[in-house]
C-alpha cells in the first residue's frame, strides 16, 4: 500500500533527478548569497531578492556560472569590510570554481556550517558528506571544520567548537576587527585565534582531523555493499560510528589538553546537552535520509490497481493432440502382386512443382493404386 501511495513521486524523481538535484543545489547557493547580503547589507533590499533568484535560475543549467556570479556579486561586501579580504576571498573562489561548481552540493553544504551551528546540526556536515560523496567526505568535513573556524575568528570568537555551537559569527563584528587594517594586520587577525599557544594550535588541528576522520570513516563504510544490502539498520550502525567520532573528539579531545580550554569552553564542556543533541539528530537525520536516498534509485515498481486484489496467474495448460496418421501409396505391378507401402510426400500448391509424367520404357504390365 506505502509502495503504491508514493510510486507517482518516486517515478517522477526517477524522469527528473539529475534536474531536481541541480535545482536543490541552485536554490542553496541562492540561499547562502541571500543571507551574506543580508548580513553586509551593501545593496539595495529588492536587488538582494532579485540577485538570489538569477542565481538559482541561472545554477539549473549552469552551476560554474552561477558560483563565478556569487563570487562576483559577494566580493564587493567583503571589500567594504577590508581590502585584503575581498583578494583573499576572490582568489580563493576563482582559483578552486571548477571544484566548487562541479560538487556544488557539497559547496553548499560545506559553507552552510555556521549557520547550522547556531542549531545544533553542524555534525551533519561530516556525516551527510560521507553519505553522499563516499571518501570525499574527509575533505567535506576538513573543509567545514576550517571554515567554521575561519569565520567564527573572524568574528572575535573563540575556535573551539564547543563555543562555536549555538552561535552564528556576526558580520558587524567582523567589520569591527578587520576595519582599516592594512595587509599583515590582516594576516595576524585570521591566525592569532589559532596560534596563541602550542597547546591551542595542536588542539584545533586535532579538532579538524576528528572531523576529517568522521567523513572519512562514514564515506568509506557507506560504500560497501553489506551497508547497502542490510538498510536501514546498516546506516544506523554508520552514523552511530560517525557521530560517537565526532562526539570524542569535542568531548574526549579537551580532557587530554585542558590548557587549552578557556574559561568559556570549560564552562561549554560542563553541559553535556546539546553534544548528545547533536549525536542523536547525526543518528535519525543520516538515517532517515540516506534510506529515502536508496529507495529513490531503486527502480519504479509497475503500475497496479490499489483497490483490485492481487491474482496468481496460473501457467496455461495446452491440450496434447494426437499425432497424426501418415497416408501411404502401395504400388503394385503385374510381377509383383504384392503392394509395397510408400510414405506420401507432401504435394505443393504450385503447379510448377510437380515432376512431368512419362511412359514406362520397361515394364508393360498394369499398376495398381490402392490409397487407405
Known amino acids: 500500500m506505502l509502495a503504491k501511495t ?19 543545489a541552485s536554490i542553496g547557493l541562492a540561499w547562502l548569497v541571500v543571507a551574506a547580503l543580508r548580513a553586509l547589507p551593501v545593496y539595495p533590499p529588492n536587488w538582494t531578492l532579485v ?25 564587493y561586501p567583503v571589500y567594504t569590510v577590508n581590502l ?3 583578494v583573499l576571498f576572490l582568489a580563493a573562489g576563482l582559483l578552486g ?16 556550517t555556521p549557520l547550522l551551528a547556531q542549531y545544533h546540526l553542524h555534525w551533519l556536515v561530516p ?3 560521507g553519505l553522499w560523496w563516499g571518501t570525499a567526505g574527509a575533505a567535506i568535513g576538513g573543509l567545514a ?22 552561535q552564528v559569527p556576526s558580520a558587524q563584528a567582523m567589520v569591527v576587527r578587520f576595519q582599516g587594517a592594512n595587509s599583515l594586520d590582516t594576516l595576524l587577525l585570521l591566525i592569532e585565534p589559532f596560534a596563541s599557544t602550542p597547546d591551542v594550535v595542536l588542539y584545533n588541528l586535532l579538532q579538524v582531523v576528528g572531523w576529517i576522520v568522521a567523513g572519512g570513516v562514514v564515506g568509506s563504510l557507506a560504500q560497501r555493499r553489506w551497508v547497502r544490502y542490510r538498510t536501514p539498520w546498516s546506516i544506523l550502525v554508520v ?47 543520516g538515517t532517515t535520509v540516506f534510506t529515502v536516498r536508496e529507495s529513490l534509485d531503486l527502480p519504479v515498481a509497475p503500475r ?50 510437380l515432376p512431368e509424367w512419362e511412359p514406362p520404357q520397361d515394364e508393360s504390365g498394369l499398376i495398381m493404386l490402392e490409397i487407405d
Not at 145 to 166: E, Q, R, Y
Not at 253 to 281: D, G, H, I, K, M
Open 127 to 129: 556525516i551527510l558528506g
Open 304 to 353: 497496479q490497481s490499489i483497490w483490485r486484489r492481487r491474482r496468481v496467474r496460473t501457467p496455461a495448460v495446452r491440450p496434447v493432440r494426437p499425432p497424426r496418421r501418415k497416408k501411404t501409396v502401395r504400388v503394385g505391378t503385374a510381377r509383383n502382386p504384392d503392394p509395397v507401402p510408400v510414405q506420401a510426400r507432401p504435394v505443393s500448391s504450385l503447379i510448377s512443382d
Open 239 to 285: 552514523t552511530a560510528g560517525g557521530g560517537v567520532i565526532m562526539l570524542a573528539t569535542h568531548l574526549g579531545l579537551p580532557y587530554w589538553l585542558y590548557n587549552a580550554l578557556t574559561p568559556e569552553a570549560v564552562a561549554a564542556l560542563q553541559n553535556r546537552t546539546a553534544p548528545l543533541f547533536s549525536l542523536l539528530v547525526v543518528i535519525v537525520v
Open 6 to 24: 508514493f510510486r507517482g513521486p518516486h517515478n517522477l524523481y526517477r524522469r527528473y533527478q539529475a534536474f531536481l538535484e541541480s535545482t536543490t
Open 97 to 112: 570554481a571548477r571544484w566548487f561548481a562541479h560538487f556544488l552540493g557539497a559547496t553548499v553544504l560545506t559553507l552552510s
Open 51 to 75: 540577485i538570489g533568484g538569477a542565481i538559482a535560475l541561472v545554477g539549473i543549467r549552469w552551476p560554474l556560472l552561477a558560483f563565478l556570479a556569487a563570487v562576483g556579486v559577494l566580493a
Open 145 to 166: 571544520a576550517v571554515w567554521g573556524k575561519l569565520l567564527g575568528g573572524m568574528a572575535g570568537l573563540n575556535p573551539d567548537w564547543l563555543i562555536l555551537s549555538g
Open 84 to 86: 585584503y579580504l575581498a
